[in-house]
Every structure is written in structure tokens, then in C-alpha cells.
């Protein structure tokens, strides 16, 4: 099945992702049901394979990025792009940004 590189970037959120703020990340094309790979199947597959905290519910509620996260795909609003139902292409940068980090 073939791959698809993407640049992640954490935006506050590194305590979720081994305070790493930038993946280079080999996503599959396809999700478990054979569908083309979006935004929805992307957030699982982080989840499932690149988070090691255990409090997912930091960044996830309902099956979705949380409210307080924003999510820009190629420095565009992903509700200007579909949100998670965006099918994710080679090279695309997504970026998830907490709004809520303080500061």
C-alpha cells in the first residue's frame, strides 16, 4: 500500500507527542476500510501509532480534534478544506495548534 509523506507540526500540543513539534510522518494512502486517507483517518492513525500519552482526551472528544485545537492543512483553516473529511495528498502540511496552551 502506498505512502504518504506528511509534515506534522504539534503547535502546543508536544506533551501528546513526546515533546516532538515537527513528524515527517509515512501515512497510508487508504484507511481500514480502503477509502483514500483524510484528516479523520489521519487523527486515528496518530492516536493509535504516534501518541504515547496516555490522555488522548486532550486532543480528541467524539471521534474528532477537540475544540480548542486548531487544525490547519497547508496554512489554510481545515474548515475552509472539508475538516476531517479532507483527503490527505503527498506533502500536504497539517498543523495542529492548541488555543488553549496559555501564554
Same mark, same amino acid.
Given at each position: 500500500?502506498p505512502? $504518504?509523506?506528511?509534515? $506534522? ?5 508536544? +506533551? $501528546?507527542?513526546? =515533546?516532538? #513539534?515537527?513528524?515527517? $510522518?509515512? %501515512? /497510508? ?6 477509502? /483514500?486517507? =483524510? ?8 492516536? @493509535?501509532?504516534?501518541?504515547?500519552? /496516555?490522555?488522548? @482526551?486532550?486532543?480528541?472528544? @467524539?471521534?474528532?480534534?477537540? /475544540?480548542? +485545537?486548531?487544525? %490547519? +492543512?497547508?496554512?489554510?483553516?481545515w ?10 495528498q #503527498?506533502?500536504?502540511? +497539517? ?9
Amino acid at each position: 500500500m502506498p505512502k $504518504l509523506r506528511l509534515t $506534522l507540526h504539534s503547535g502546543g500540543l508536544e +506533551i $501528546l507527542f513526546s =515533546n516532538q #513539534k515537527k513528524y515527517a $510522518l509515512s %501515512l /497510508p494512502s487508504q484507511d481500514e476500510s480502503g477509502a /483514500p486517507a =483524510n484528516v479523520a483517518f489521519l487523527v486515528r492513525y496518530l492516536c @493509535d501509532k504516534v501518541m504515547k500519552d /496516555p490522555r488522548k @482526551d486532550l486532543f480528541v472528544l @467524539d471521534g474528532t480534534v477537540r /475544540p480548542g +485545537i486548531l487544525v %490547519l +492543512i497547508n496554512d489554510a483553516d481545515w474548515e475552509l478544506e472539508g475538516e476531517d473529511k479532507y483527503e490527505v495528498q #503527498k506533502r500536504d502540511h +497539517i498543523m495542529f495548534v492548541s488555543t488553549l496552551h496559555g501564554g
